[in-house]
């Protein structure tokens, strides 16, 4: 396990030197979540009993997505192992005697952390100063918080599981954008980043909440200001974990399997 | 300026071709845009069904609204794509070649890269604005249709002055100015709806500050008919006006110019 947290540890203290560019990142996360807020409240003005949410509620919800933008967004993939993918550095990786799945693991998780890190704490200070209803509110109660920063790891951690099956797919391919591109924005769009899942139409609503992809932002960020409750919840947390299961078990046979089957390319 | 024109057209035949070497990766890019274009679709289809009317526009007007402001952003980053990767040819030193060459550098600029790779969200801007076109019941005459022609004008002058800012800017940044994407990027994602929707400030802000909604708002409430006075026809062209001192800015930052490459 030591050798893992080394390669975190390593992967963090890279991450961390980027500050400039998580200025950059949170002046668009703070325009991108007033936007948004200020769309939101036309749509409830213009009718607020079709509402899903409430309206304080959605908009924790957006200043959250914004804060923590970094640890969900399925379009954060590790350049390294990508180009290490398509340039036959593979081989090297695979040479070392350590686990391809956990290495990667453990740096696409610290990658995150320190990309979040160095951005969440501004957004949520001044989402928390703007007035009621548009800014963040306080979660419900401590328990709410506690659940909220669990499911935010779990969700965190099925993120990453995902992400580690296309990394797997990409060492069989000769190139992997396409399908990249196309995994990640469809889970882009299940997962609740483009609208939150209670403005699906309730059918779709109902099938999408039973997909891997609601685990990942949706459930941390209605449980914080508890829109999420009850038998829901905990529907929604044991689902969170099946599918962490399902996809790490997925993904570690993936790649277990990729000394036998990786396509190496480069010279 | 005819032989500019033809300069001009020689950088964009170049440009084709070399990107024609890499077809699988031009193809890609445009499947690449075409999803995240179905995806903001879908969520504001969904919306719409929930809430069929906002501050008086339906669910066409909003489409329309959103193919024209698409075209727009997707016509000024074809042809003004030299300016969006300013940030690289100033550090590696290549502004210095475009300096050392008898020829306007503002035009070498622009002829430096062409992205037809953006003609993906192009047609699918031009598809919603056909899909507009079709299911809203618009008394067409010649003035609707010269407004459409001066917002799309309007808006990829517009587009193509907030790239000319970021490059002027590289001149003293030396580096690439990310936080400039909220203009550009910002504005084709959030500009999906008509402006008003944001409120009656920020609808002042772009108003003045920066003058999104004369190739936006403005237009496409006459085009729609909620507003009948003609002169909002002719406002996008204002925005031209607007290219006068983004222009001005480059070349004062031209002056400021120190090579950075090697």
């Known amino acids: 396990m030591k050798k893992y947290f080394s390669f975190f540890k390593l992967r963090l203290q890279m ?15 703070f325009f991108w979540g007033f936007m948004l807020i200020f769309a939101y409240h036309a749509f409830y003005e213009s009718n607020p009993d079709a509402f899903p949410m409430e309206f304080s509620a959605l908009a924790s919800y957006i200043w959250l997505q914004q804060a923590f933008l970094m640890l969900f967004t399925t379009w954060r993939f590790d350049n ?22 956990r290495m990667w693991f453990a740096k696409n998780l610290a990658m995150r952390l320190s990309e979040a890190t160095l951005r969440f704490a501004p957004v949520l200070l001044v989402a928390i100063l703007v007035p009621k209803p548009y800014g963040l509110s306080l979660p419900k109660s401590p328990w709410h918080l506690l659940l909220f920063l669990v499911t935010l790891v779990l969700g965190l951690l099925l993120t990453i599981s995902f ?19 196309f995994l990640s924005s469809v889970m882009e769009f299940l997962s609740g ?11 779709v609503r109902f099938v999408l909440e039973l997909l891997p992809s609601a685990g990942m932002q949706n459930v941390p960020l209605r449980i914080y200001s508890g829109d999420l409750s009850g038998a829901a919840m905990v529907r929604a947390i044991v689902l969170q974990i099946v599918w962490l299961f399902v996809f790490v078990i997925a993904g570690e046979l993936l790649l277990r399997n990729a000394e036998k089957r990786a396509v190496l390319q480069g010279g | 300026m005819k032989h500019s024109f033809r300069l001009y057209r020689h950088y964009i035949a170049i440009n084709i071709r070399s990107a ?7 193809w890609l890019t445009m499947f690449g845009q075409l999803l995240s274009t179905v995806s903001t ?4 289809i969904f919306m719409f069904q929930r809430f069929p009317v906002v501050k008086g526009f339906t669910l066409n007007d909003v489409i329309l609204c959103c193919g024209i402001v698409q075209m727009q952003f997707s016509l000024s980053e074809m042809w003004a794509r030299g300016f969006d990767r300013f940030a690289v040819i100033i550090r590696k030193g290549e502004y210095d070649r475009v300096l050392l060459r008898p020829r306007n550098e503002i035009l070498q600029v622009f002829g430096s890269q062409f992205e037809l790779s953006r003609i993906g969200r192009l047609i699918q801007g031009a598809l919603m604005l056909a899909y507009g076109i079709i299911r809203i019941k618009i008394h067409w005459d010649v003035l609707k249709v010269l407004t459409l022609f001066n917002m799309i004008l309007g808006g990829t002058a517009l587009f193509t002055g907030l790239c000319i800012i970021r490059a002027a800017l590289c001149f003293f940044t030396l580096e690439g ?9 910002g504005a084709r994602e959030h500009g999906k709806y008509p402006l008003n929707i944001y409120g009656d400030k920020f609808l002042l802000f772009c108003t003045v500050a920066i003058p999104y909604a004369l190739v936006q708002y403005y237009p496409l409430i006459y085009i729609l008919g909620q507003r009948t006075e003609w002169w909002l026809a002719f406002l996008p062209l204002l925005v031209l006006l607007y290219l006068i001192p983004c222009i001005a800015l480059f070349r004062f930052g031209v002056r400021h110019y120190q090579s950075s490459g090697s």
């Open chain 1, 15 to 29: 991450g961390m030197q980027y500050r400039v560019a998580a200025l950059a990142g949170m002046a668009t996360q």
């Open chain 1, 80 to 101: 390294d192992i990508l180009s290490m993918i398509s340039d036959g550095g593979l081989s090297y990786e695979l040479a070392r005697p350590v686990s391809l799945y």
């Open chain 1, 163 to 181: 992400l580690m099956l296309i990394y797997g797919l990409s060492t069989r391919m000769l190139s992997s954008t396409g399908i990249r591109v």
């Open chain 1, 193 to 203: 980043q483009i609208i939150p899942l209670p403005f699906f139409p309730d059918k």
């Open chain 2, 20 to 26: 024609m070497q890499y077809k699988s990766s031009f």
């Open chain 2, 41 to 44: 679709l879908f969520g504001v």
């Open chain 2, 177 to 185: 100015l990310e936080f400039m994407n909220i203009f550009t990027d």
